[in-house]
């Protein structure tokens, strides 16, 4: 073994100097090619938001909705409080929080691409159920194989990213699949903009048309070369050897090879991925695994991003006028995510967080205050006030879509030893799925009984998280894939743990 005994990750020695290689176009396709599995996810949440403002889906399947809606003297922030049509948003997520733990064993025995592939075909199942669906039952059980999907890809994609990427730009291309999110969030957006004027079935076409980015992501698994360090963790050396060559542009790469060799006989040596994550070694990355998604979805932004439309109705904006609203917030998200592309690899992780962070919570106390101030039960709010409540949530969109939206699946990804990636990987889907299932079920009554307050409640949170940042998360920029390990041994205070 040509680094000598194995270290802690079974990694035995850095050698982040001795990498080759260049940026190929190879390797750019692939990322590009894989981080559509992002926008199945992105689709739907844009896409959801829109259709449950939609009057003739809310006529089918929820018809108290619907009357709530229509009657003038109900009050705003009330008028969807319904835990029905909260489950038609958040089955998907518990679906998929269930589907990213069998992922797990999946990806780890028969490599990335074959839960890049399962994914695709689960969505493709669930877009048609919920297309043609002629009853609630039908609709949930779409909305489940939906979530099979997303649990699959939001699994795989982000590890197979980290590990095609060069170390100097993994950052960047690993955030390809959070602008496939908020590309296709954005799309989602337009797209219900468009079908809302096809009454009565211009819902079926928002619901249906999320088998294309699923056709997309399946053709591209089945066309992508697996990793390099998945196929020499599953006995192939020689082809995972050819494919680092290939990605790299050289034939010089025993360094970053020899890692991949060290870390996944490591791995092969853990029969029980799930049960060593929690030893003490491993515990930083499950601090981080856990920390990282749930504080994403504490920002807020899934309640903006699924309700937009119900949020700007409530806040008294017509039915087009919400729509186009979360349209712009959508646009928002996805042109923001350019500037993290930009600087992620410059700047690092920690200061994108940190610096987002406190935007958020400034803009979010600002729209409390003039909900609190301006917006009644049953009033509504001015012109002036409601193009401001806009701009507010539009400086708060950027903020999550340069910070929180794509560093919270970057870091999970990046920070894991082979033999515990995919299950830290799946902890870090679950985890995401959770929150987001709690939030979508829960949002619409919060919004009821917490009114303005909802967005204070938010605010709370993304403090603690900046905080949270600063003290605990060290800065991954530049440090191998295959060498993280040695970056918690020098942390202030997860190195007392390790010991």
């Not at 186009?324 to 930009?342: D, H, N």
């Not at 830290?424 to 079920?441: C, E, K, P, W, Y």
Request: hydrophobic share 50%; with cysteine; charged share 15%.
């Amino acid at each position: 073994m040509a680094g000598g005994s194995f270290g802690p990750a079974g990694v035995a020695k850095e050698r982040a100097d001795e990498y080759k290689g260049k940026v190929t176009a190879y390797v750019v396709t692939a990322c590009i090619v894989a981080a559509i599995g992002g926008s199945l996810f992105g689709y739907d949440i844009g896409i959801s938001g829109g259709v449950t403002s939609m009057d003739a889906f809310l006529e089918k399947f929820f018809p108290t909705v619907y009357r709530n809606k229509t009657h003038a003297h109900e009050n705003n922030y009330c008028k969807y409080n319904n835990q029905g049509l909260a489950a038609f948003t958040s089955s998907l997520y518990l679906a998929g929080l269930v589907s990213s733990l069998v992922a797990s064993p999946i990806t780890r025995k028969y490599g990335r691409r074959g839960s890049i592939i399962s994914g695709g075909i689960c969505f493709i199942i669930g877009a048609t159920l919920d297309a043609s669906a002629v009853n609630l039952p039908m609709l949930i059980l779409g909305r489940i194989m939906l979530g099979f999907g997303i649990g699959f890809g939001n699994q795989a994609v982000p590890l197979y990213l980290s590990e095609m990427a060069p170390t100097h730009l993994r950052g960047g291309l690993n955030m390809m699949f959070q602008l496939a999110t908020t590309l296709s969030i954005f799309t989602a957006n337009m797209i219900n903009y468009g079908t809302e004027k096809l009454r009565p079935w211009g819902w079926r076409l928002s619901l249906g048309l999320a088998a294309v980015p699923a056709i997309l992501m399946t053709i591209g698994g089945i066309l992508l070369p697996e990793t390099p360090n998945s196929l020499i963790e599953r006995g192939k050396l020689e082809k995972g050897k050819k494919v680092l060559e290939r990605i790299r542009g050289t034939t010089d790469v025993h360094a970053e090879l020899q890692d991949i060799i060290d870390a996944s006989e490591m791995s092969n040596s853990i029969e029980h991925p799930f049960r060593n994550i929690l030893e003490k070694r491993n515990r930083p990355q499950l601090v981080m695994a856990i920390c990282m998604p749930t504080f994403q979805i504490l920002t807020g932004i899934n309640s903006i991003l699924f309700y937009a439309p119900v949020l700007f109705q409530t806040m008294g904006f017509g039915r087009n006028a919400s729509l186009y609203s979360s349209a712009v917030t959508g646009a928002v998200l996805a042109s923001s995510t350019f500037i993290s592309i930009a600087t992620v690899d410059k700047w690092g992780r920690r200061a994108l967080l940190i610096i987002g962070g406190i935007q958020m919570v400034v803009c979010q106390v600002i729209v409390a205050i003039i909900l609190g101030l301006k917006l009644g039960s049953e009033s509504e709010l001015s012109k002036t006030y409601s193009i401001l409540v806009v701009v507010i949530i539009c400086l708060f969109v950027a903020a999550f879509g340069w910070s929180w939206g794509p560093l919270g699946w970057t870091v999970p990804s990046e920070i894991f030893p082979l033999e515990t990636r995919s299950a830290g990987q799946s902890i870090t889907v679950a985890v995401n799925l959770f929150f987001t299932f709690i939030i979508g079920q829960t949002f619409l009554f919060l919004l009821c009984a917490l009114k303005f307050g909802i967005f204070l409640f938010f605010a709370g949170w993304i403090t603690i998280m900046t905080f949270f940042v600063y003290f605990f998360l060290p800065e991954t920029k530049g440090v191998p894939i295959e060498e993280m390990i040695f970056l918690w041994k020098r942390h202030w205070f997860w190195k007392r743990i390790m010991v």
